[in-house]
């Protein structure tokens, strides 16, 4: 468990002698008001009074709380196992690296597990804890084509016309997003009933053509999960090419899309590309962590019923088919962001906190350093390694000064 002894700052306070990223520039001279639970405001750092608690940060980076909306687990624990060890252990490794908010993640499950799980965690939602705070929960799968499936458990995956999504969407007030192949039958109707609920619906693991995804973001699908993976591209019908879910990911612009930026799923071009073709602003970066995320090269993990190994520094199949999942968190693939893909550290932060806010709806609270919005913080050294973290105007993770 974390050590969160160092003593809570004042009801009111301001971070000083940083680096704030603000959704479109850093500045610096400034400082990040916190009153209560929220942030009140941004100020000249000269202009405070004495009477306010001043923490200065050390020149270091302050940003807003990381926000990772498709995350499976962390250090042999995954979202599928409804237990507050697993649920503890995976948020306070995520708040260690300044992540604030989550989406707790599924993988491909039987039914009445997936059942258990969204009921423990709507217990869990209802309760104060140490970690990143579970926003709600990622349904990812079981409605994927078989051939797409990857490193999910191909024995669970099954269509979304039979009646089993019902059993789920009774969870609705704790499922945030379900992301499903667009091409399945009964795509279209569970497309329709998500929209109708206020649950983002997502497509992935998909064989579908465009024309098959086109009836789904028509019914009103609007987000696409982790780009190039698991994801049908071109294919050739006699004379004629007919553009995947891949290109329809690149050129609709009125889709968001993750990314999963470990340098590992993706080589440097894919993702040059995917940020050159959507943008900072609909490109949002996940991180897709595994439950191998934090352990050493070489071990084994298990997601559900199916066992991986870390290596090379990601999660791959037994049989290196495919990978499963990273092992990279989101403050670790910011460098990756500026220094092998080339975008604007401010940027770079926008895909990590404001842009997934957008996606889940919840950037009206979260996402960016404005006033008004939730004192969620993150302060980081120049590698991006938390210092500390705050949520809520309370510290959660703090290291040695």
Excluded at 287 to 293: L, V
Aim: hydrophobic share 40%.
């Amino acid at each position: 468990m974390m050590d969160n002894s160092r003593e809570q700052p004042q009801e009111r306070f301001a971070l000083i002698n940083g680096r704030v990223i603000l959704p479109d520039e850093i500045v610096a001279g400034k400082a990040v008001v916190v009153e209560g639970r929220k942030i009140a405001g941004i100020v000249e750092a000269g202009a405070l009074g004495t009477e306010i608690e001043k923490i200065d940060v050390g020149d270091r980076y302050i940003a807003p709380g990381l926000i990772d909306i498709h995350t499976h687990g962390a250090l042999g624990h995954t979202f599928n196992e409804s237990t507050a060890e697993a649920f503890a252990t995976i948020t306070e490794e995520q708040v260690q690296r300044g992540v604030t908010s989550l989406l707790a993640t599924t993988t491909t499950a039987p039914i009445l597990d997936l059942v258990e799980c969204l009921e423990f965690s709507r217990q869990w939602m209802q309760e104060p804890h140490e970690g990143a705070q579970v926003l709600g929960v990622h349904v990812e799968g079981p409605y994927f084509n078989v051939a797409q499936a990857g490193a999910q458990d191909s024995a669970n995956i099954r269509n979304p016309d039979d009646g089993t999504a019902e059993q789920l969407l009774k969870y609705h007030d704790v499922v945030t997003t379900m992301s499903y192949a667009p091409e399945l039958p009964g795509a279209v109707e569970l497309t329709r009933r998500l929209v109708d609920l206020g649950i983002v619906p997502a497509a992935g693991h998909s064989l579908a053509k465009e024309e098959e995804s086109v009836s789904v973001i028509d019914a009103g699908l609007h987000h696409i999960i982790h780009i190039w993976s698991a994801q049908s591209t071109t294919t050739k019908e006699g004379p004629w090419r007919k553009p995947g879910l891949l290109e329809v990911s690149l050129t609709y612009d009125d889709l968001t899309v993750e990314m999963i930026a470990d340098n590992k799923h993706l080589p440097p071009t894919l993702m040059k590309l995917a940020y050159k073709c959507i943008g900072p602003d609909r490109l949002c970066i996940i991180s897709d962590a595994s439950s191998g995320t934090g352990l050493p090269e070489g071990s084994r993990f298990r997601m559900g019923e199916m066992e991986y190994e870390v290596g090379d520094g990601v999660g791959m199949m037994l049989d290196r088919s495919s990978f499963a999942g990273s092992t990279t968190l989101l403050n670790e693939m910011i460098p990756i962001l500026t220094d092998v893909v080339g975008v604007p550290l401010v940027e770079a932060v926008r895909m990590v906190s404001l842009t997934p806010a957008r996606v889940i709806g919840v950037d009206g609270e979260k996402g960016s350093l404005e006033a008004g919005k939730d004192a969620d913080i993150a302060i980081f050294n120049d590698d991006f390694t938390a210092w500390r973290t705050l949520i809520g105007g309370r510290w959660v993770y703090t290291t040695a000064d």
